[in-house]
């Protein structure tokens, strides 16, 4: 157990549909990441969010968008789902400053049908 | 941006032999380096890592080695066993603002008994 909690851990929804998945990250750590895992894209940075603030984006969708709240804890949501953005939605946290290793959670797994 | 090739896809081993998995990158800023253990369903978790001011880092039965100048690492596994069987992800990161992590495709390593 990596500390980092992910909720739902599955999510069955349709098409053109918005969800929101939520993640708390380890006690102390300030900085989350979101990551998509797919079969065809293997795992790819999303965005990241340091105490609160955006601090970097990757291949996120326009669709897509994320926030971290004062308690730390961040959720991504995705909106107008299209049958590609099944997945594995990973989060991971790190701590600030020298602190570099990264700690994933348990992942939510999305179908879009 | 960051580009990481990891090879091979696929690894065979009988029991007790070892594993070498290879990687390059292609930002000459990154300085960290990352590898992952992803057991089917489950989340990616940190065996080991290796900073650019190192050149090998051992951990047990796993080793990294890095080569700065020829921009490639490697991940060693001596005496493998059948629990090691899973897919393993190698990762660069720059440290530039951010702490992402550029993922390779990843290896599939069947431990056989």
């Known amino acids: 157990d990596s500390g980092v909690t992910q909720t739902p851990k599955h999510l069955i929804t349709a098409t053109g549909q918005r969800v929101t998945l939520r993640c708390s990250p380890r006690?102390?750590?300030?900085?989350v990441y979101w990551y998509q895992q797919s079969l065809d894209q293997g795992l790819q940075f999303l965005i990241q969010?340091?105490?609160?603030?955006?601090?970097a984006k990757g291949n996120i969708l326009e669709r897509f968008s994320a926030q971290q709240f004062p308690d730390l804890h961040s959720e991504l949501n995705l909106s107008s789902l299209e049958l590609g953005d099944s997945a594995l939605y990973f989060c991971?946290?790190?701590?600030?400053?020298?602190?570099?290793?990264?700690?994933f959670g348990p992942g939510t797994r999305l179908t879009v049908l | 941006g960051e580009n990481v090739e990891q090879h091979p896809s696929t690894l065979s081993v009988q029991e007790g032999d070892s594993a070498v998995i290879k990687c390059t990158y292609s930002?000459?800023?990154?300085?960290?380096f990352p590898w992952y253990k992803q057991e089917l369903g489950k989340r990616p978790q940190l065996i080991i890592d290796?900073?650019?001011?190192?050149g090998e880092k051992k951990d047990q039965r796993i080793a990294v080695t890095l080569n700065k100048t020829a921009k490639h690492f490697s991940l060693h596994i001596t005496e493998t066993q059948p629990e090691d069987s899973a897919v393993y992800f190698c990762?660069?990161?720059?440290?530039?603002?951010?702490?992402?992590?550029?993922f390779g495709k990843g290896t599939k390593l069947s431990v056989i008994p």
């Open positions: 991971a946290s790190s701590v600030a400053g020298s602190g570099r290793e990264q700690f």
């Open positions: 006690s102390g750590d300030l900085s």
């Open positions: 969010y340091y105490n609160g603030e955006e601090r």
């Open positions: 930002d000459s800023a990154s300085n960290y």
């Open positions: 290796i900073r650019s001011n190192v």
């Open positions: 990762a660069a990161s720059s440290g530039a603002g951010s702490y992402q992590l550029t």
